[in-house]
């Protein structure tokens, strides 16, 4: 079996991918020293100061004793790994290649050893891909926390000497946030400012580069007492006088998104290459022409469009030839099938759109909310970057044209079955037209596909081509049912297929070559076993892409084994592919055909039958699979990695299902998807996606009648819409939830609604609203006799009051509620009002007791994969470390928050956090750093109508205000606002915009 260890991150086992339970943090810190020291022994004496310092207790060897029977134990069915006792100690026998750490250093040492800079640069990706997080993560020991600052620096090293290969390579732009974002987390280093100048002036920011200068300059001389290193001095004059020799080299581009903290990878998105492809060589070297060297220094946006009737391979075309040019695009492939003539379900533009700019690493908030503005996004994000975009199954210019690429470096691949005439005219595509297979390239196909067969019947092997109407696609299908049926000569097939195609012309006599497609769908169709071909027709019916064998399972009625059996016949004959991970697609013709079949074969309540099967499935594997991620029992257990690997494979069906549903009569399911996805997708997931099904839940539960639904998928929609920083539209659909909460009489939802309501006029600034819809929240929960939900409404309230300058009464509430949440054993809302209090007016003591109980919630966000609450987490900290002046550790706290809101898409918190920066940097003496993220503050508290925050980023920026600019304009309008909203107008860190549960 194989094993991997991890100690970049948390200290972690995996055996054969499964996740090994290793015990308590002392337990885990044993293994993290074998770790290090993997292969090498390790005295006892060694083991017991480093888990416990310099000062073990009495017993500590006994523990050390039982702590490595446990560890060899949960290690045991790793085969060639265990903790052996040898003369000079005890040895963990892995291989150090298996353990991340040492994996990482020899990754590195290999990229500092290679002349080649591409090759170097993957190598250092491939090593910085290994990090998880600070290195042994939750674990506190001298020893360790030692380890943990050394590895920081290798690491940090590492980002340095990728620093200098990528500006080697003319990948400055890109690379240029990444450098910025670095230089506020190593200010006085002198190498990093060097690349950050240096991507500055090659940007053409001469300026920007001398002010980076300066700044260092400044920083050495008050922190250090000691001026810029000559290397850096160098630089700055050389900058200044525009030395040729620093002029980019030609760009070597690559996968968006360049992160000092963890490396993008790069989109290959690109379908698997078609088997026994054949032809084409005329259109292949159309296409090859296209890869030409431009003219002039800026080339237009290459487009090319492969159209042609249905089945004539345009779609394997496209595949093949992009599987040949790739290493042409060495920044990625972007693939998505756009369904544009399935009429159901074909891809809405902004939904490709979101699935691009995830590929390409945009995540929460950074995923616009409009198609327009997705699509500026998508632009931006490929500007200057080389890299193939295949579009397939258009339906429309207009489906296509917001998925143009804006920049010149890209090429863009079209399929469609309409020659989109305005593709050629206004966007200048190349059409490449597809017509039917040359007779011999058809017999070609069949040969390659039948064998010797062909060759000794070659008339008849062209007869059965031109039945084919000399479409790949019916080849393919006949070829796979003559290699079936071997004991068949090819004349009697033939013969056999004009009977097929003679019965349907006289049905159909259009003389399209389409139908010629459809006859040899019939005729493939007509040799299945029965339960192969009702298996056929019902995965006609499945409103997704892609299924596994489980989802034919339930479509069938059958159990997984008969699921894969029927499935391998399918395949066999054709009519279905085996896509990546094990799934199964059909081609749209094939749906299309097998959805018409099911209407004429199976009756309506049999076809509604077999969806209700499949839905069931996929709304009980949904549930099990959040009741491991998410339990809601603690009794529950199961593989976390193995949930989320199926909740994230299965994404697509769940959202189909569940917006088939709503739209075709199964509200039930929809309802109830929709509500088990949301738990997923709140945690951290694609916020536009939890839109899109918790709207189609809301539509289901209106159809049904079922109001009380309808209310639960409003507070959802809510919620999300808050998160978004759409806070007029949240406002509205939790006053929509309120009142149908009222109607029902379900009065602990309908104060859940008043509390969130509460908190959308908290981040609009009307407070006293806020207040009175918290006031109505706790009285609904004392009469309910719901202690919690008190406590809850009583911090709410506690918010208020310290916001508007009542900090004796803000007190006075979060005591009360610290006492109920600590009766009730809430850990994580007794830390949080900790966090509160201790940013009031906590003295030491007490700010120790709220970091101690913070760290331990953040531990338990980290270990359940809640983003949120690992968010909340971490702004709370760094609250604490601040009002305790540690403000470094408040600094990274706040960033790690940050990287965490955007992922999530919460807007309202990254504009707090932003704030919450700036003025640690502030108090810290940093006060450019602390400039930039109050401005980033204010564009976003603008753009989500956040005036508060506004308040705050204008007086930040305004305290941060250099002698040689005039800082009233800022400071009048903090002013202003502060007035308004009648709160105090010099905050200090704030407190936190949302409590717990919001």
């Not at 290690?75 to 290649?97: K, S």
């Not at 017509?435 to 017999?443: E, H, K, Q, T």
């Given at each position: 079996m194989a094993a991997d260890f991890g100690v970049l991150g948390a200290v972690e086992a995996r055996i054969d991918g499964r996740l090994v339970v290793l015990g308590h943090a002392?337990?885990?810190?044993?293994?993290?020293?074998?770790?290090?020291?993997?292969?090498?022994?390790?005295?006892?004496?060694?083991?017991?100061?480093?888990?416990?310092?310099?000062?073990?207790?009495?017993?500590?060897?006994?523990?050390?004793?039982?702590?490595?029977?446990?560890?060899?134990?949960?290690?045991?069915?790793?085969?060639?790994?265990?903790?052996?006792?040898?003369?000079?100690?005890?040895?963990?026998?892995?291989?150090?290649?298996?353990?991340?750490?040492?994996l990482f250093?020899?990754?590195?040492?290999?990229?500092?050893?290679?002349?080649?800079?591409?090759?170097?640069?993957?190598?250092?990706?491939?090593?910085?891909?290994?990090?998880?997080?600070?290195?042994?993560?939750?674990?506190?020991?001298?020893?360790?926390?030692?380890?943990?600052?050394?590895?920081?620096?290798?690491?940090?090293?590492?980002?340095?000497d990728r620093n200098d290969v990528l500006l080697r390579l003319g990948r400055h732009g890109e690379l240029l946030p990444a450098l910025a974002a670095a230089v506020d987390e190593h200010p006085l280093d002198e190498r990093l400012a060097e690349q950050s100048m240096l991507a500055l002036y090659?940007?053409?920011?001469?300026?920007?580069?001398?002010?980076?200068?300066?700044?260092?300059?400044?920083?050495?001389?008050?922190?250090?007492?000691?001026?810029?290193?000559?290397?850096?001095?160098?630089?700055?004059?050389?900058?200044?006088?525009?030395?040729?020799?620093?002029?980019?080299?030609?760009?070597?581009?690559?996968?968006?998104?360049?992160?000092?903290?963890?490396?993008?990878?790069?989109?290959?998105?690109?379908?698997?290459?078609?088997?026994?492809?054949?032809?084409?060589?005329?259109?292949?070297?159309?296409?090859?022409?296209?890869?030409?060297?431009?003219?002039?220094?800026?080339?237009?946006?290459?487009?090319?469009?492969?159209?042609?009737?249905?089945?004539?391979?345009?779609?394997?075309?496209?595949?093949?030839?992009?599987?040949?040019?790739?290493?042409?695009?060495?920044?990625?492939?972007?693939?998505?099938?756009?369904?544009?003539?399935d009429a159901e379900q074909p891809v809405a533009v902004a939904d490709a759109l979101a699935g691009f700019l995830t590929a390409l690493g945009v995540r929460g908030p950074e995923m616009p909310l409009g198609t327009d503005e997705r699509a500026a996004r998508y632009r931006s994000e490929l500007t200057g970057r080389r890299m193939l975009v295949l579009l397939d199954n258009a339906s429309s210019v207009e489906q296509v044209r917001p998925l143009l690429p804006g920049t010149g470096s890209c090429l863009v691949l079209i399929t469609s079955r309409d020659s989109l005439p305005a593709m050629v005219a206004v966007h200048g595509?190349?059409?490449?037209?597809?017509?039917?297979?040359?007779?011999?390239?058809?017999?070609?196909?069949?040969?390659?596909?039948?064998?010797?067969?062909?060759?000794?019947?070659?008339?008849?092997?062209?007869?059965?081509?031109?039945?084919?109407?000399?479409?790949?696609?019916?080849?393919?299908?006949?070829?796979?049912?003559?290699?079936?049926?071997?004991?068949?000569?090819?004349?009697?097939?033939?013969?056999?297929?004009?009977?097929?195609?003679?019965?349907?012309?006289?049905?159909?006599?259009?003389g399209d070559p389409r139908a010629a497609v459809r006859a040899v769908f019939s005729w493939s169709y007509q040799h299945l076993p029965a339960d192969a071909a009702r298996a056929f027709r019902l995965l006609g019916l499945h409103p997704g892409d892609s299924v596994h064998v489980a989802a034919v399972a339930a479509l069938t009625g059958t159990d997984p084994g008969e699921a894969r059996r029927l499935l391998g016949v399918l395949v066999r004959a054709s009519l279905v592919h085996i896509g990546?991970?094990?799934?199964?697609?059909?081609?749209?013709?094939?749906?299309?055909?097998?959805?018409?079949?099911?209407?004429?074969?199976?009756?309506?309540?049999?076809?509604?039958?077999?969806?209700?099967?499949?839905?069931?499935?996929?709304l009980a594997g949904a549930v099990a699979a959040m009741n491991v991620l998410h339990p809601q029992e603690p009794v529950l257990t199961g593989d976390p990695d193995a949930a989320r690997s199926w909740i994230e494979a299965e994404r697509p069906n769940l959202a189909a299902a569940c917006t088939y549903g709503a739209a075709h009569g199964w509200y039930r399911h929809a309802i109830a998807i929709a509500a088990t996805m949301f738990r997923y997708l709140d945690a951290g997931g694609p916020v536009a996606e939890a839109v899109t099904v918790t709207a189609a839940a809301v539509a289901a539960a209106r159809a049904d009648g079922d109001r009380?639904?309808?209310?639960?998928?409003?507070?959802?929609?809510?919620?999300?819409?808050?998160?978004?920083?759409?806070?007029?539209?949240?406002?509205?659909?939790?006053?929509?939830?309120?009142l149908l909460y009222a109607d029902l009489g379900e009065r602990a939802a309908e104060a859940v609604a008043l509390r969130n309501l509460g908190s959308v006029h908290w981040r609009l600034g009307d407070y006293r609203q806020a207040a009175e819809h918290y006031r109505r929240a706790w009285a609904h929960y004392r009469e309910l006799g719901d202690e919690a939900g008190q406590a809850d409404a009583s911090v709410r309230l506690g918010l208020v009051d310290g916001r508007l300058g009542?900090?004796?009464?803000?007190?006075?509430?979060?005591?009360?509620?610290?006492?109920?949440?600590?009766?009730?054993?809430?850990?994580?809302?007794?830390?949080?009002?900790?966090?509160?209090?201790?940013?009031?007016?906590?003295?030491?003591?007490?700010l120790a007791r709220a970091a101690v109980q913070l760290e331990q919630s953040l531990a338990?966000?980290?270990?359940?994969?809640?983003?949120?609450?690992?968010?909340?987490?971490?702004?709370?900290?760094?609250?604490?470390?601040?009002?305790?002046?540690?403000?470094?550790?408040?600094?990274?706290?706040?960033?790690?928050?940050?990287?965490?809101?955007?992922?999530?898409?919460?807007?309202?918190?990254?504009?707090?956090?932003?704030?919450?920066?700036?003025?640690?940097?502030?108090?810290?003496?940093?006060?450019?750093?602390?400039?930039?993220?109050?401005?980033?503050?204010?564009?976003?508290?603008?753009?989500?109508?956040?005036?508060?925050?506004?308040?705050?980023?204008?007086?930040?920026?305004?305290?941060?205000?250099?002698?040689?600019?005039?800082?009233r304009p800022h400071r009048d309008l903090a002013r202003r606002l502060f007035a308004e909203l009648a709160v105090p107008a010099a905050p200090g860190l704030g407190l936190p915009a949302v409590a717990p549960g919001g």
């Open positions: 002392r337990q885990r810190s044993v293994l993290g020293v074998l770790l290090v020291e993997a292969g090498r022994p390790v005295t006892v004496d060694q083991l017991i100061e480093r888990v416990w310092g310099e000062e073990p207790p009495q017993r500590a060897a006994g523990a050390l004793y039982s702590y490595l029977s446990r560890l060899r134990r949960a290690v045991a069915d790793a085969g060639a790994v265990g903790i052996d006792r040898r003369p000079g100690g005890y040895v963990l026998t892995a291989d150090p290649q298996t353990v991340d750490l040492h250093r020899r990754l590195v040492t290999l990229a500092r050893a290679t002349d080649a800079d591409r090759s170097a640069t993957e190598l250092i990706e491939q090593a910085l891909g290994l990090w998880r997080g600070e290195p042994f993560a939750g674990l506190d020991t001298p020893w360790l926390n030692a380890m943990r600052r050394l590895l920081l620096g290798e690491r940090f090293a590492a980002e340095l090659r940007c053409g920011r001469q300026a920007d580069a001398d002010e980076q200068f300066r700044r260092i300059r400044r920083r050495l001389a008050d922190d250090l007492g000691s001026d810029p290193g000559a290397g850096l001095r160098r630089l700055h004059e050389r900058i200044l006088a525009a030395d040729p020799a620093l002029a980019a080299p030609v760009p070597e581009t690559r996968a968006p998104g360049v992160q000092l903290a963890m490396p993008a990878t790069m989109p290959a998105q690109l379908p698997a290459d078609v088997r026994a492809f054949t032809g084409r060589t005329g259109e292949l070297a159309a296409l090859d022409r296209l890869l030409a060297p431009p003219e002039g220094d800026e080339p237009p946006l290459t487009v090319a469009l492969l159209s042609g009737t249905a089945g004539v391979g345009k779609s394997a075309l496209a595949v093949r030839w992009a599987h040949r040019v790739r290493e042409a695009f060495p920044d990625g492939q972007l693939y998505v099938n756009l369904r544009g003539y595509a190349e059409r490449v037209s597809l017509d039917l297979l040359p007779l011999p390239d058809a017999v070609g196909l069949l040969r390659r596909l039948i064998g010797a067969r062909v060759d000794r019947e070659p008339s008849v092997a062209a007869d059965l081509a031109a039945a084919c109407a000399r479409l790949p696609l019916a080849l393919r299908i006949a070829a796979e049912l003559a290699a079936a049926r071997s004991d068949v000569s090819l004349t009697e097939l033939v013969a056999e297929l004009g009977d097929h195609q003679l019965r349907l012309d006289l049905l159909d006599a259009g990546r991970g094990g799934r199964y697609a059909m081609h749209d013709l094939l749906r299309a055909y097998a959805a018409e079949l099911a209407t004429v074969h199976d009756p309506a309540p049999e076809r509604r039958a077999a969806l209700t099967r499949l839905f069931d499935d996929y009380a639904a309808q209310a639960r998928a409003l507070s959802d929609l809510g919620r999300l819409h808050r998160r978004q920083g759409r806070l007029h539209d949240a406002a509205e659909t939790y006053r929509q939830a309120l009542d900090e004796a009464q803000a007190t006075e509430r979060l005591r009360s509620a610290l006492e109920l949440f600590t009766r009730l054993g809430d850990r994580f809302s007794e830390a949080y009002v900790l966090s509160l209090l201790a940013r009031l007016s906590g003295g030491p003591e007490q338990a966000g980290r270990q359940a994969g809640d983003r949120t609450a690992e968010a909340y987490a971490l702004t709370d900290l760094a609250a604490v470390y601040a009002r305790d002046r540690r403000f470094a550790e408040a600094a990274g706290h706040l960033r790690q928050a940050l990287v965490l809101h955007r992922r999530i898409g919460d807007r309202a918190s990254e504009a707090e956090a932003l704030n919450d920066l700036g003025q640690v940097l502030r108090a810290a003496g940093e006060a450019a750093e602390a400039r930039t993220q109050h401005e980033q503050a204010l564009m976003l508290a603008r753009e989500i109508g956040d005036r508060y925050e506004q308040a705050r980023a204008h007086d930040g920026i305004a305290a941060t205000t250099d002698a040689t600019e005039d800082c």
